[in-house]
């Protein structure tokens, strides 16, 4: 299969690669690595909204700054690569028709909910990060991994395994960072992704960890995020990065939930400690890792956070 893809993409002349809905650093991080191999031929779509506006923490990753947004996407494209998109529900609408309309289609990705929606699949659920499948590929295959694309590949790794932390790390993701360090200055992007955020984002995830709810004995910790608090944060979408994971940092939390109200619905984050996050993102279509999921409710907030404590006071 890696020949496959190989060929397909040295064969294709108009590329997109996709990253998922709200993008974190591994999908930004494996989208700006794979844009640096492939090279002109290649635009990335970055999925926040009509207007462009991407995470500014990830703004240091070579081709970021220059990528496509759904109000300048055409549908010239004759393969089209989703990095790190767990569904095809994690695409918006209009791109997801450009995507369906393509005559072929790549996903890579490690989350083990993924069925596989593209002509070809490559997907390694249960590793670390989509970084870490895409430096596998790229050796696989010979590929030289030039300073840029492993800018993209570290930092994909580091942010989705929490600074090497979650259970999906294994001796091999750490020999993936050592050989990334001998390319990179890696301590450098551990400070552009952790240590240069905006004073307002930080004001707004001390307001959400503030007023975070605690029930069946602090076991369940939530926390809601309403458009009003949004706007009186000028809060960008990546500002609620990391909040799940402070809340379940907390002793005695063994779910941690954040519910953001959307014009689509309520994006909903878990995060556990023993229990296995799927099964409660299963239950409203979401999926993910069993320590890290997600999902979409259509309903109210209030409605929505009812229904959900429901599915996981039960697991408790």
């Known amino acids: 299969m890696e020949k496959e893809i190989l060929n397909l ?11 998922h809905v709200n993008p974190d650093g591994d999908t930004l991080g494996c989208a700006s690595a794979l844009k640096t191999y492939i090279g002109t031929k290649a635009d990335i779509l970055i999925q926040i909204k009509d207007n462009f506006n ?26 089209i690569i989703a990095i790190d998109t767990a569904s095809k ?38 590793i670390s990060s989509t970084g870490e ?5 790229f050796e696989k295959l010979n590929i ?10 570290y930092s994909a790794i580091l942010t989705d395994t929490g600074c090497f932390k979650y259970e999906s790390v294994t001796n091999h993701t750490f020999s ?39 029930c069946l004995n602090d076991k369940i910790a939530y926390t809601l995020i309403t458009k009003e608090i949004i706007e009186k944060y000028n809060a960008k979408d990546e500002y609620t990065e990391g909040i799940c994971e402070t809340l379940r940092s907390i002793s ?31 239950k409203f279509n979401g999926g993910g890792h069993k320590r890290a999921a997600g999902c979409t409710i259509k309903e109210k907030i209030n409605t ?4 959900l404590l429901k599915e996981a006071k039960a697991l408790v």
Not at 133 to 137: H, I, P, Q, R, Y
């Open 9 to 19: 993409i040295e064969s294709s002349s108009r590329i997109l690669i996709i990253t």
């Open 304 to 307: 929505a956070c009812d229904i």
């Open 54 to 79: 991407f995470p500014n923490t990830y703004s240091f990753l070579p081709h970021i700054n220059n990528s496509k947004n759904l109000s300048n996407l055409n549908d010239e494209y004759d393969l």
């Open 176 to 214: 993936i960072a050592s050989k990334l360090s001998n390319i990179i200055n890696t301590s450098e992007i551990a400070d552009l992704c952790y240590t240069n955020k905006p004073k307002n984002l930080i004001l707004f995830q001390n307001y959400l960890v503030s007023n975070a709810v605690f």
């Open 89 to 126: 529900d994690r695409i918006i609408d209009k791109a997801k028709n450009i995507f369906e309309k393509c005559q072929n289609t790549i996903v890579i990705d490690h989350h083990k909910t993924n069925s596989g929606f593209g002509k070809i699949n490559y997907i390694k659920g249960g």
């Open 144 to 153: 030289e991994i030039s300073p840029d694309m492993a800018k993209g590949l």
């Open 252 to 282: 005695g939390v063994e779910i941690a939930l954040v519910l953001k109200e959307t014009n689509n619905g309520v994006k909903v984050s878990i995060r556990t400690k023993e229990i296995d996050a799927t099964i409660i993102a299963g």
């Open 133 to 137: 499948v895409l430096f596998d590929l």
